[in-house]
């Protein structure tokens, strides 16, 4: 295979100074002695010491973050319970007092202090203003700081005419949204995803039977609590109950700042089911048959024990819908949808078994319960495991699907095949040999001799490919789009 592979001299590092302002619990438990004690010493302040006190923090953070005050209101109401305890009354309390007793429970989290990795590149809603040949573009990728917790974060840029990629100086504030729990669950598709979590305790009966059919995430809470006054708790049971609570929460919205640029909006772990981290984000831009346009990412969440994967759905990168995926064959890593449905259903690539890719159809986004496989190792450089990079793209000759590939020393390679337009079920085209491969600067990171990515796209006649290098950093490539056809087509 003799393809033009051009690698670009952009790179994206973590950066450190990168940070947000996160709830944080002295001892980690809110009930902890250690929390009321650290509520008690400021109650105990003189009203000149907490506004001096306070003044002070404001002066030394209040230029690292955009409404600091309001982070700090925000986790005080965190822990009004345990100030409850300490204090009895709420009201007595100044607003400077509660802010200052906020700030005790608030820490900066460098987000992308570890590394800056698995990006994808979609088109910008916004297309305005520009000269023939560019597009302007948003690149998501995974950001991991302390912990190696994951979070979501953007870049914005514009491809010119010769495919150069020039990006804007990323914003020196870092945003976390306003969460809204308003979903409107549906109680048989709720207990379906119990169930194929393989929870399965008569509480679920009493904590779902005083729900109608629908429901919203204050009545199962008001649910929980009543059933818990009527039952003895057991381990299990308060295993069942956290798990039923885990799932509520895993459905849920964010909203940023309309003033905020799309390098200041992070997606950071919201629900427990993400704890540990919002994992290889893959968006596609998708067009409904109405030619509405719809920008949705499968992603994974982790919460140091088990997976969900789950879906985010937006229209502006500014109001963001998170749902959990259900179904019997969406319980792994590395989905990716189609662009568009194919033959009036939704269509997503999967690997349901950590080792083939697999095609599902269906007629619910958020609903997979048919699969069929599609591809499987084949090739030395592939032995140990085939997967998706992405959503595949659609050309005038298939579905363009860039695939990732684990062979020896566990390196990982990029591949690609070429599936039918009209019976995606059908491969027909596959490279012999990687598409990319680690080079010796790609190699060397904090997971040796990994290249990965989560989403390319074609501008003018070139196939461009984001990817991370080592599990560390990020960079791009292009590949010309006829060379790529050709050799897949005549390749096998």
């Known amino acids: 295979m003799s393809l033009t592979v051009n690698r670009k001299p952009n790179r994206f590092y973590p950066d450190s100074k990168r940070v947000i302002a996160r709830f944080f619990v002295p001892g980690m438990n809110s009930n902890s002695d250690r929390a009321q004690s650290v509520i008690q010493k400021v109650i105990s302040m003189s009203d000149d010491d907490v506004a001096l006190t306070l003044n ?19 986790h005080f109401d965190n822990i009004r319970s345990v100030v409850k305890k300490v204090n009895g009354g709420i009201k007595s309390l100044s607003l400077k007092r509660k802010l200052l007793i906020g700030s005790y429970f608030t820490m900066e989290y460098a987000i992308e202090s570890a590394a800056f990795f698995n990006p994808s590149i979609v088109e910008d809603p916004d297309q305005t203003d520009l000269e023939e040949g560019q597009k302007r573009i948003i690149v998501s990728f995974r950001a991991t700081g302390e912990g190696h917790i994951s979070s979501i974060v953007f870049r914005s840029g514009i491809i ?45 009966g009493m904590v779902m039977d005083r729900l109608g059919d629908t429901f919203i995430y204050g009545e199962l809470q008001a649910s929980i609590s009543e059933t818990l006054k009527n039952i ?18 895993s459905h849920y919205e964010v909203t940023f700042s309309l003033d905020t640029a799309i390098s200041e909006r992070v997606l950071f772990p919201v629900s427990y089911t993400e704890s540990n981290g919002i ?60 662009p568009k449905k194919i033959n009036g259903k939704y269509a997503m690539i999967s690997r349901i ?46 579905w363009l699907l860039i695939t990732h590939a684990v062979g020896p020393m566990r390196r990982y390679c990029l591949g690609a095949i070429l599936l039918d337009l009209e019976n995606p079920e059908k491969v027909i085209g596959r490279f012999r040999k990687p598409l990319l491969m680690p080079n010796d600067e790609e190699r060397e990171g904090y997971v040796p001799n990994v290249v990965y990515s989560c ?11 984001p990817y991370a290098m080592a599990d560390s950093a990020s960079t791009f490539a292009t590949v010309p789009l006829n060379e790529l056809l050709d050799e897949l087509l005549t390749s096998q």
């Open 455 to 465: 989403g390319s796209m074609i501008h003018n006649n070139e196939l461009i490919i």
């Open 160 to 204: 010119d005419k010769k495919n150069n990629l020039n990006f804007a100086e990323p914003g020196k504030l870092v945003d976390i949204p306003e969460v809204v729990k308003r979903h409107v669950y549906n109680k048989k598709t709720f207990l379906k995803k119990l169930d194929e979590m393989h929870i399965h305790k008569d509480v679920i």
């Open 232 to 249: 003895k708790i057991t381990p299990t049971k308060k295993i069942v109950i956290q798990s039923i609570s885990w799932l509520a929460n």
């Open 353 to 398: 078994d950590g080792v083939n890719n697999y095609i599902m159809f269906s007629d619910n986004i958020n609903l997979w319960q048919n699969v069929k496989k599609i591809q499987e190792p084949k090739h030395p450089w592939e032995f140990i495991q085939v997967g998706n990079c992405g959503s595949p793209i659609e050309t005038k000759k298939g």
């Open 56 to 74: 002070q923090i404001l002066r030394d953070f209040s230029k690292r973050h955009r409404n600091i005050t309001k982070t700090f209101e925000n």
């Open 279 to 338: 994992e290889d984000a893959r968006f596609v831009r998708f067009i409904d048959e109405d030619g509405s346009v719809t920008y949705y990412a499968t992603y994974t969440a982790y919460n140091g024990f088990a997976i969900l994967p789950k879906l985010i759905e937006t229209k502006d990168f500014y109001h963001f819908k998170i749902l959990p995926l259900n179904g019997e064959y969406v319980q792994n890593k590395g989905l990716a949808l189609f």
